[in-house]
Structures are given as structure tokens and as C-alpha cells.
């Protein structure tokens, strides 16, 4: 079946199902950059809902089959049913429809340098990076990023230079609808096993995208991980490794690290010092996301010290290790880690800034996720003295009724964990306000809506001292 291709509906009205997630709403605000009308739908009320509001875009909310009528095209994301009533309504009257990724390669053809930046963990952090880079050195990339960066206003910019950097994910294996010319591998893990089989069906997946890089291409990789190594050394374009160990193109050497997990280093590159890097950001693993940013600034045109310079001032993109309150002495953040790995990176962050004690708040990210990463979950939150764990967030899928995070409370009581189960944010937020004291650390993590928890926290401080 023919795809249809955006440049084919220029100026008329594209409507996006799901234009509330981090990545439809960032290409809607780029359609609308580029002259196209558009409206779109989303289940519930969102944080990104308002921007593209802002930019002049119609969002309904809730998904019924009028919502398409008189549109030109419809896109849809992965999450996105073919039994939703929009996609089916599009469908009888013969609307053309798009699934996201398809649209996002098709905006990033024609680019002789397209960057797309994939991995299990660090995607948004290193495409928020690397864009901050190329922005204060004057290179004018084209960006799309799956969250909010301040230094571009948003999640999207449409540039003038031949260079867009974009996130590339492996759900549903989406970044295979893209086209390459220099791809980054931060790394290969399990995750998505509702699309995967295992990972080595990962692995090979990741291998096809980057089978995709043209000739005179680059593969930049972590070099550290031995499954991203193995596919990068398939390849006849150009290889460039990054990571801890001395044997990458890019490595870090003499490291010290602050009481905050805040790293300076030396940046080598190719046995020499080619920069002093002062981290903006802490914690290890944003120390390997910033050589990652490094060499492809590098491969991209800007200087070592320049970029390790810009680096140094880069403070995170929204929904990462996010601050958004600090009440009766206890500091309030926000992280968007959705699997136990990055909850794990996100509490050793945590850990190092909290003066007392500890609460990690968890919201498990659907049901397969949870099914098939239930053991790591079990011990994710270690580092934490506190663990409170909200229903698990559907998202795309529907309860089997088997399965749900009490169970998971049950399994980390047995591995010593001071858990509860506390269903709903009204719940979580009087538990909470209940049992902190002032030098305590509270940190919320998900990719669902807990970051609507933290608003609904932060709404009703405001209202308490309004009325007092």
C-alpha cells in the first residue's frame, strides 16, 4: 500500500490523534511552522496540550469519529488502535493516514546531515544537549525532541541549515521509517517486550536502523555496551565509540565528582585531551549521555571546548530530574524514568542531593512493562528509605485484571523495601504530606501523568496559602 507523504498536503489540514504526547505535539508545532492547519485529539488534558494551542492548533479532547471530519490528512502514533474511533472514521471516508513515525522521516528528508539519536535510556537528554550545542554555536539545526528544552522554547525548532537532530525510538519499532545520515547509540536494553520478542530481537532491530546510514555516513555508539559495539562494528561507514573505558574514541579522564554527583573532567578524544568538561547535570550516566552530545558536536562541526563550554550550562530538559517544589523544607522533583533502570538512575541522583530522607514515588508505566520487567522493579527504589506506588498507568493498553501494583508492593516488602500501595494522587499526595519532614527529598517517576501529581501538589500549596 502506497504511504502518503506530507509534502503532498501542503498548507491544508492535518489532524493528529494523540497529539498530546511528547512527540505528536512537537510535530504538530512543526507543521504549523511550515504553514500546514492543524487540529488534533487526546484522551485527557495534557501538559504540552496548551502549546500547541498556543501556536494555534485545535485540540478536542477525547476521541470521537467527527473530530476527523474535513480533515486532509490523518496521523496517528503507535499508540494509536485501529479500532479508535477516529483512525476508523478516517478509514470509511477514505481519509489518507500517516502513523507518526512515517511523518517524522518524511519532515527529515532532503537533510544532508540527519541526526537521529536512539537508546533504551537518555534519548530526550542527549537530543536536548546536542541541540543546545549546535544552537549556541551557530550551526541552525532543525530539531524535534520528545520533551521540552528552554533553550528552543519547546520541544520542536525549524531551523536553516542543513542539520536536524531528532530522537529516534525503538517502540513499535518506529525509528525504522527514518533515514539516517548520522545515527547515535546510547545503548541497547530490554524495554517494549509488548513488540519485541527478547533482546536480542532488540539488538537486531537496532541493527537494521543503523543499516540504514548511507556510505559516507557516521555510527556513533556507546562503546561500553557490547550489543551496541557488535552492531556498529557490522558497518562500513564511519564508527566513532564513546564511554568510560580508555579503548572509545571519546573518553573521560581525570573525573572528580562534587557531594551533589556533579562531574568535571578531561574529554579525551583519540588518546588526547581535547576539553575540560564542568557538568551542568549530575549523576554517571549524564556524564556518558554528555559524550555521547561530544562526539556527535564533533562529527557535527563544533569544536571540543566550545561545545563542552555550551555543555556546562545545560541544566536539563523539562520532565528530567526536574525541580518543581519546595514545601514545609522538602524539595519536590520530577523525573520522566519509566523503567527500572532509569527509576534506578534517577534515585542515585536523588540520593546524593537529599539532606534527609528519602521518597520515591513510583507510577508503574503499563501493564507488559510491568509484567515483564516485574523483578527489577522489585529493587529499583533501593537507595530510597520510602516507596509509594500509584496504580499502574494504562496508557495504550487495557487492564488484563491480573496484574496490579499492590502486587509489586507485595514483592518489594519481601525484598526489604519500605513500600505502600497508594492508588490515586489524592492518595499519594495525603500520604506524603502526612509522613515528610522538612530535609526530605521527594521524587515522582514515570512517563505517564504523575507529573500531574507535583501540579496538583504545588496547586494546592497555593490555595493553602491563599487561604490560610
Known amino acids: 500500500m502506497e504511504v502518503a507523504h506530507i509534502k503532498d498536503f501542503a498548507g491544508k489540514r492535518i489532524h493528529l490523534i494523540g497529539i498530546g504526547g511528547s512527540s505528536m505535539s512537537g510535530l504538530a508545532e512543526m507543521l504549523m511552522d511550515q504553514g500546514y492547519r492543524v487540529s488534533g485529539s487526546d484522551r485527557d488534558e495534557g501538559y504540552l496540550i496548551h502549546h500547541v494551542r498556543e501556536k494555534g492548533g485545535q485540540v478536542m479532547i477525547g476521541h470521537r469519529a467527527e473530530n476527523v471530519h474535513g480533515a486532509d490528512l490523518v496521523v496517528y502514533s503507535a499508540a494509536i488502535k485501529p479500532d479508535n474511533p477516529e483512525r476508523a472514521e478516517a478509514d470509511r471516508l477514505g481519509i489518507p493516514s500517516l502513523e ?77 521509517h527514518m533515514s539516517p545520515t548520522v545515527a547515535v547509540v546510547l545503548n ?12 536480542d530481537e532488540i539488538e537486531a532491530t537496532f541493527g537494521q536502523y ?6 559516507d555516513g557516521i555510527a556513533i555508539g556507546n562503546g561500553d555496551d557490547f550489543r551496541v559495539r557488535r552492531q556498529i562494528e557490522k558497518l562500513a561507514c564511519r564508527k566513532i565509540f564513546f564511554g568510560f573505558d580508555s579503548r572509545n574514541d571519546w573518553y573521560p579522564a581525570d573525573v572528580a565528582e562534587d557531594e551533589r554527583g556533579y562531574a568535571s573532567f578531561t574529554v579525551m578524544h583519540g588518546g588526547k585531551a581535547a576539553a575540560r568538561m564542568k557538568m551542568g547535570v549530575p549523576g554517571d550516566f549524564n556524564r556518558m549521555n554528555a559524550l555521547a552530545a561530544l562526539a556527535a558536536a564533533d562529527a557535527l562541526g563544533v569544536e571540543p571546548q566550545v561545545a563542552a563550554d555550551i555543555l556546562a550550562k545545560f541544566t536539563g530538559a523539562h520532565r528530567r530530574f526536574e525541580k518543581t517544589d519546595e514545601i514545609d523544607g522538602v524539595e519536590i522533583f520530577h523525573d520522566y524514568g519509566h523503567n527500572p533502570t532509569e527509576m534506578r538512575n534517577a534515585l542515585s541522583i536523588a540520593r546524593k542531593r537529599c539532606k534527609g530522607r528519602l521518597w520515591a514515588v513510583m507510577q508503574p508505566h503499563t501493564f507488559s512493562r510491568v509484567r515483564s520487567l516485574f523483578d527489577e522493579y522489585l529493587t529499583c527504589t533501593q537507595v530510597a528509605d520510602f516507596t509509594l506506588v500509584t496504580d499502574i498507568c494504562a496508557a495504550r493498553e487495557k487492564d488484563p485484571g491480573d496484574l ?18 497508594t492508588p490515586s494522587f489524592d492518595d499519594t499526595e495525603e500520604y506524603l504530606r502526612t509522613h515528610w519532614q522538612s530535609g526530605d527529598l521527594v521524587l515522582t517517576m514515570g512517563c505517564g501523568d504523575i507529573n500531574l501529581l507535583n501540579d496538583q501538589i504545588h496547586r494546592h500549596e497555593a490555595e493553602g496559602r491563599k487561604n490560610p
Open 100 to 176: 507518526r513515525a512515517y511523518l517524522l522521516g518524511q519532515l527529515m528528508e532532503g537533510f544532508p546531515k540527519a541526526v537521529g539519536i536512539c537508546g533504551a535510556h537518555g534519548k530526550t537528554t542527549v537530543t536536548s544537549m546536542l541541540s543546545q550545542i549546535l544552537l549556541e554555536a551557530g550551526k541552525d539545526p532543525s530539531i524535534h525532541i520528545g520533551g521540552r528544552l528552554d533553550a528552543i522554547g519547546g520541544s520542536v525548532r525549524v531551523g536553516h541549515s542543513g542539520i536536524f537532530v531528532a530522537e529516534a525510538c525503538e517502540f513499535n519499532r518506529s525509528f525504522l
Open 188 to 199: 541497547i536494553d530490554v524495554d517494549h517486550l509488548d513488540c519485541y520478542k527478547d533482546i
Open 210 to 215: 543503523l543499516s540504514a546510514l548511507p556510505a
Open 404 to 421: 496490579n501494583s499492590g502486587m509489586l508492593v507485595d514483592g518489594m516488602k519481601a525484598h526489604g523495601i519500605d513500600a505502600v500501595w
